[in-house]
């Protein structure tokens, strides 16, 4: 969804259809161009299937790139107004942890920056992008927006761009193209011609209208369409207005596809966004479409330009164009089949939420990430569907909460508790669901630094948990006010709830990564409390735990608290070791609040060093990073005494003006530029001693794409 860096080089990896086969719009390219030179706002508008987005994708990515870049923002697959700017913070790659609301971020980082940020597909969602782009534009005047739908957003200084339909000869050349694909040649074929004159230049309709190619001729085509357009108008062509060109088309085509691949084109609408092989043969299979056909006849959609085929980093995905979409929608719904289907779809997004919470304790913890954020847009459609049945409360919460690891582990807190909270305030009840998203709502507020709500959630989960009797439940709300004392620099409370849930757990079975993370809780009280070699022999035993199990985000927090004992030591090197592998770990899982705590610690290191220039940049870094975090180290006197002696030491040696002068470098530094710069000083791994009495170093995380192989253990809350 965003596009990658501002080079210019590529605006995005997932537009709707291939921009290396662009062809025609000679005379919109530059007209748009210059459109965009001239005015802080410009819309593309025209009808479904017109190659909008093609167009915009084309001329933003051919542009000498503003300085931050330029980030496509594809709003087809939001259905909720109130997840727009969730969208744009998204495609940005912020992460807030904070209660901030999203518009506050996307003003707080776009402040002072010069970027191009595309919306497309924004007519269902009007007026929510038009107050977004009044405001940012209001406040940003760095910032210039291209917009994309089927109508004007209707505010003040918007240019808009109506784009037409392609001239005869481009139409022709677009079928030409599109015929190669499957293997015709239609050369000056007078058909052909005409053909693209009937469907007015539509790019959508004509490539539909190749996509027929395989089994009937040009002439043929124009026979079937012919006979279409008459039905349509009583004999008549000039009484078809262009949006029903466009809709005759796509009917057409329609008509000429086989019984089954009406019923899958049908069926798979009730997908946002991207979908997967294994999910479409399980949401469309079954009454007239068996799953072992569902690739058969969704090759034959393919081949047809009703679905997409996308490369992506989790594998092979699909797409349906929304236009195409749409119809099929139109047709599930008069098959009285839509409520069915989309309870398929629910149900097959809460088994891969349930699946993706078993596997991120596993080796499979990177691929578990990237595939949550791939399957976001289906799994907010599930949870919407989940919010808005009668009987679909219990479900909501049970989606909400296994999610626990996307909102906490994965930088998504802000989202995830819009959901815990919509979830929870449905019928009350005991059951384990419930009490579940009431201890992960309390996680989440804590992480955010909202410590009342947070308290008020656990509790509630804590006694509802003693009436049901729920041991599970409320071993993990004991962990989490135990969570809360630590950050509230109440030790002997955090020591004794911590060491008390984990004995608990202990008695449970229950052993996954929220379990790691309270030994490594317990093991930063500990440290608090002036017992070093207890924390570092807690987070020895998590290390191997994590190490044993393929487990790297608790792992991550251990190898923090061990850095920090390395340090205690006089370890400087063994510290960098340990913190620039927790650091990278953090940052590939997006976990705001590790990146900084160890790019915190980085920098003590590295005055200790001698390098209290670099060691300022770094807490410049970390100061810019705090306000999507929260209150910077949790406004914790315990956790805020390295940063002073840091602090202290270079103000020393550089002076109160140099201090200054080399934080604001680093206050200006994006988050990707303080991780690479903090990562470029680490010294090779296997050249540096290991602590005393620790296990040998497994692998250095910057490797995230190749999780090992080690097998899995899985407790009974499925937590992690």
């Not at 390219?29 to 001239?38: C, G, K, M, V």
């Not at 999910?279 to 056909?293: F, R, T």
């Not at 709500?453 to 962990?479: F, V, W």
């Not at 705001?592 to 410049?620: F, H, K, N, W």
Request: aromatic fraction near 6%; charged fraction near 25%.
């Amino acid at each position: 969804m965003r596009s990658h860096q501002p080079d210019g080089t590529e605006v995005n990896g997932n537009l709707p259809l291939e921009l290396d086969a662009f062809v025609g719009r000679r005379a919109e390219l530059p007209a748009l161009a210059r459109a965009l030179d001239t005015s802080r706002l410009v819309t593309v508008t025209g009808p479904g299937g017109i190659g909008k987005s093609r167009l915009a994708a084309r001329v933003a990515g051919g542009r000498c790139a503003p300085p931050d870049g330029v980030w496509r923002v594809e709003l087809a697959a939001v259905r909720d107004p109130e997840f727009v700017d969730y969208a744009v913070v998204e495609t940005l790659g912020l992460t807030d942890h904070t209660t901030r609301l999203p518009r506050e971020t996307l003003l707080a980082h776009l402040a002072g920056r010069r970027l191009l940020l595309v919306l497309d597909g924004f007519e269902h969602l009007v007026d929510a992008c038009a107050a977004l782009v009044v405001d940012l534009l209001g406040q940003v005047p760095g910032l210039a927006v291209l917009a994309v739908g089927r109508r004007p957003l209707a505010v003040a200084g918007e240019q808009v761009f109506a784009l037409g339909p392609l001239s005869e000869d481009e139409a022709v050349e677009l079928f030409g193209e599109r015929a190669g694909r499957q293997g015709a040649t239609t050369g000056d074929d007078p058909h052909v011609r005409q053909l693209c004159r009937r469907l007015d230049g539509i790019p959508l309709a004509i490539e539909l209208a190749a996509g027929r190619l395989g089994a009937l001729s040009p002439e043929q085509l124009l026979e079937r369409l012919d006979d279409r357009f008459r039905l349509l108008t009583g004999g008549g062509r000039d009484a078809l207005p262009r949006h029903r060109t466009l809709r005759t088309a796509i009917g057409w085509s329609h008509e000429l596809c086989t019984p089954e691949e009406r019923l899958l084109w049908s069926r798979l609408s009730v997908f946002a966004g991207q979908f997967d092989l294994e999910a479409a043969e399980y949401v469309c299979s079954g009454d007239g479409l068996h799953s072992d056909d569902v690739l058969d006849v969704l090759s034959a959609l393919l081949a047809q330009s009703v679905v997409a085929r996308e490369e992506t980093a989790t594998g092979v995905r699909y797409r349906m164009l929304d236009t195409v979409r749409a119809y099929g929608a139109e047709w599930l719904e008069a098959m009285g089949d839509a409520v069915r289907l989309r309870r398929r779809h629910r149900d097959w997004y809460v088994g891969l939420a349930t699946w993706c919470e078993l596997e991120w304790f596993s080796p499979r913890q990177n691929e578990v990430a990237a595939r949550i954020e791939a399957e976001l847009p289906n799994l907010r459609c599930a949870l919407e569907y989940c919010l808005t049945e009668p009987d679909g409360a219990e479900l909501s919460r049970h989606l909400a909460g296994s999610l626990w690891f996307c909102w906490v582990g994965c930088g998504r807190l802000s989202e995830g508790r819009h959901w815990l909270e919509r979830s929870v305030e449905l019928e009350p009840g005991h059951e384990p669901a419930r009490l579940k998203a009431l201890w992960v709502l309390g996680h989440v507020a804590i992480l955010q630094g909202d410590t009342v709500p947070a308290l008020a959630a656990l509790q509630e989960c804590r006694e509802e948990a003693e009436l049901s009797a729920n041991a599970t439940a409320a071993a993990y709300a004991e962990h989490r006010t135990g969570c809360l004392a630590l950050v509230s620099d109440d030790m002997p409370r955090a020591d004794g709830l911590l060491r008390s849930s984990l004995e608990h757990y202990q008695e449970l079975g229950e052993l996954n990564s929220n379990v790691l993370m309270a030994q490594v809780e317990l093991a930063m009280a500990r440290a608090f409390l002036g017992d070093l070699p207890d924390a570092v022999r807690l987070c020895q035993d998590v290390r191997q735990v994590c190490e044993d199990h393929g487990e790297r985000w608790a792992r991550s927090y251990a190898l923090y608290v061990l850095g920090y004992a390395a340090w205690s030591e006089g370890d400087a090197a063994r510290a960098r070791e340990l913190l620039t592998d927790c650091l990278a770990c953090a940052h590939a899982f997006h976990d705001l609040l590790g990146s900084v705590l160890s790019i915190e610690l980085l920098a003590l290191v590295t005055v200790t060093e001698g390098d209290p220039a670099e060691a300022a940049v770094l807490q410049g870094a970390a100061a810019s990073l705090w306000p999507s975090v929260g209150l910077p180290l949790f406004g914790s006197a315990y956790y805020n005494a390295p940063h002073e002696q840091c602090e202290t030491t270079a103000r020393e040696r550089l002076g109160d003006e140099r201090y200054e002068e080399r934080v604001r470098q680093g206050r200006a530094l994006g988050r990707d530029a303080v991780v690479s710069r903090a990562l470029g000083r680490a010294r090779p791994l296997g050249g540096l001693p290991a602590p005393r009495g620790s296990v040998p170093h497994a692998r250095a995380a910057l490797d995230m794409q190749q999780p090992a192989a080690s097998p899995t253990r899985k407790g009974g809350e499925t937590a992690g």
